[in-house]
């Protein structure tokens, strides 16, 4: 079962490296009118199921806690990266919010039941230089007057590493609540654009396929494959995979012709991959148990 939560949570950092892609063919939607839109689309699915199994919406009633982290985590970790770009560089903005993995994998030791060892730590911390190398590649530097931009970023890898360590210790509550986080994700949304943004619609039928391919995957099934990965899987693997999606992301740009190949790259896939590899050190190769001694 762990195993198989975890490589459902693979799945969601797949599907978050296509993310880059899909929105830079998206054309000229402003952020938030984007969230509200594939929020929205995020939610069919569940919509369907719904339909379909209407006996499951009993399922959607949960404390107001869970809602309440579910909600924070989903639109909060939006909010805080759209206001962390908009008052800082993308480049150390990005850096900062992306911390969320170790977070994760440290804040791990506080779940019951879980371990933390060295190599978790070295193997997120590896993917933390191997995601370095890959966002810096036009170099960083840290100015006092983005104070606000960092700020926001550093709440937004608490945010997000919060929702999902808490979301473990909510084990029981149902995948199909994150249909009720998405719609709610997307409602909050329409509200700040309406209030902050002037609508843009996509200008033909690759920019709406794009969009629709945004809210079907990286903002839709990912939410629910990530639910289901920290609920049942390794949190700590998963954690230190989760720097692969900047790299898988570059890669993915760099085949479609959106980036240029560098030596960067090669260095960020042998930091990823290795640390992640690292972390998983006892799923790919489970230790012995000590024989007991013969009497």
């Known amino acids: 079962m762990k195993i198989k939560g975890t490589l459902i949570g693979f799945t969601a950092i797949l599907m978050w490296s296509l993310l880059a892609l899909m929105t830079a063919a998206s054309g000229s939607v402003p952020p938030f009118q984007m969230n509200a839109m594939t929020f929205a689309i995020g939610s069919l699915p569940g919509l369907i199921l719904l339909a379909f199994r209407p006996q499951r919406i009993r399922l959607l009633k949960q404390p107001a806690k869970v809602w309440i982290i579910g909600i924070a985590g989903l639109f909060g970790y939006h909010f805080l990266y759209f206001t962390a770009l908009r008052n800082a560089p993308a480049v ?131 939410f629910y494959a990530w639910d289901y990965g920290v609920k049942n899987g390794d949190i700590q693997v998963i954690g230190a995979a989760s720097y692969a999606a900047p790299l898988l992301s570059t890669l993915i740009l760099l085949f479609s012709g959106f980036a240029e190949p560098s030596w960067r790259i090669l260095v960020a896939c042998v930091l990823i991959t290795g640390g992640a590899a690292l972390a998983a050190k006892e799923m790919i190769k489970p230790a012995r148990k000590a024989e007991s001694p013969a009497e």
């Open 92 to 222: 150390e903005a990005g850096l900062i919010a992306y911390l969320w993995p170790l977070l994760i994998v440290v804040g791990s030791a506080l779940l019951p039941g879980e371990r933390l060892r060295w190599y978790h730590v070295a193997g997120a911390l590896a993917g933390l230089c191997g995601t370095v190398a890959i966002i810096s590649r036009n170099g960083v530097s840290f100015d006092q007057s983005y104070l606000l931009g960092y700020g926001a970023a550093l709440l937004c890898a608490f945010t997000w590493s919060g929702y999902s360590l808490l979301t473990r210790s909510f084990d029981r509550v149902s995948t199909d609540v994150v249909t009720g986080f998405c719609l709610a994700t997307s409602l909050l949304s329409l509200i700040c654009h309406l209030a902050l943004e002037t609508t843009v619609w996509p200008a033909d039928g690759t920019e709406w396929m794009a969009v629709v391919g945004l809210g079907l995957l990286p903002v839709g099934a990912a």
